[in-house]
T-cell receptor
Framework: GNSVTQMEGPVTLSEEAFLTINCTYT??????LFWYVQYPGEGLQLLLK?????DKGSNKGFEATYRKETTSFHLEKGSVQVSDSAVYFC???????????FGTGTRLLVSP | EPEVTQTPSHQVTQMGQEVILRCVPI?????FYWYRQILGQKVEFLVS????????KSEIFDDQFSVERPDGSNFTLKIRSTKLEDSAMYFC????????????????FGQGTRLTVV
């Protein structure tokens, strides 16, 4: 079945540090891949997405590249801010899917 | 910007009681979903709904759960007899098309309803 594996958190960084949150997946077919973010006290917000191999999703300085050969979709940001502190969820869905399959989430804590 | 709205934001209920969680999806969306997140755990799919019927459900979505679109704007999740283990954040989501369609349509999530069963 489909599954998503994320690195364990929390990830603790200082402001302006480089961020990588690893995500790998197992899926049949050609899934779409997503990163959602959950800020404290809020719901899930779509951060970025990629729908086919080698696509790069980007938003708010965050990037992730859909790597079919390594079945990965790692989230990166060159310089994190305190306001980026949140829980980040990697998710996938197959073509024509009805549901998203989420990873366990990775909490990011950024200190000034 | 259109958004998915959920009410209430927090509900406390006694074990065995019925609860109804309410959602107003984005107005032109056609697919509706419920997910839940038990504290500290992953977000889990419960059910999807299209054309006034359930199109897919998970094994979590047993006979204690039901969904309804009572009118043109609301989408509800009912839990008939709540258990302690139903305590979780429940997220409603909607999408214009099937997710993963050629256009890459994604789901938009509401803020969630935190259900606490005591």
């Amino acid at each position: 079945g489909n599954s998503v594996t994320q690195m364990e958190g929390p990830v603790t960084l200082s402001e302006e540090a480089f961020l990588t949150i690893n995500c790998t997946y197992t899926a049949t077919g050609y899934p779409s891949l997503f990163w959602y973010v959950q800020y404290p006290g809020e719901g899930l917000q779509l951060l970025l997405k990629a729908t086919k191999a080698d696509d790069k999703g980007s938003n708010k300085g965050f990037e992730a590249t859909y790597r079919k050969e390594t079945t990965s979709f790692h989230l990166e940001k060159g310089s994190v801010q305190v306001s980026d502190s949140a829980v980040y969820f990697c998710a996938l869905g197959n073509t024509g899917f009805q549901k998203l399959v989420f990873g366990t989430g990775t909490r990011l804590l950024v200190s000034p | 910007e259109p958004e998915v709205t959920q009410t209430p934001s927090h509900q406390v209920t006694q074990m065995g009681q019925e609860v109804i969680l309410r959602c107003v999806p984005i107005s032109n969306h056609l697919y509706f979903y419920w997910y839940r997140q038990i504290l500290g755990q992953k977000v889990e799919f419960l059910v999807s709904f299209y054309n006034n019927e359930i199109s897919e459900k998970s094994e979590i979505f047993d006979d204690q759960f039901s969904v309804e679109r009572p009118d043109g704007s609301n989408f509800t999740l009912k839990i008939r007899s709540t258990k302690l283990e139903d305590s979780a954040m429940y997220f409603c989501a909607s999408s214009l098309n099937r997710q993963g369609a050629v256009s890459g349509t994604e789901a938009f999530f509401g803020q969630g309803t935190r259900l606490t069963v005591v």
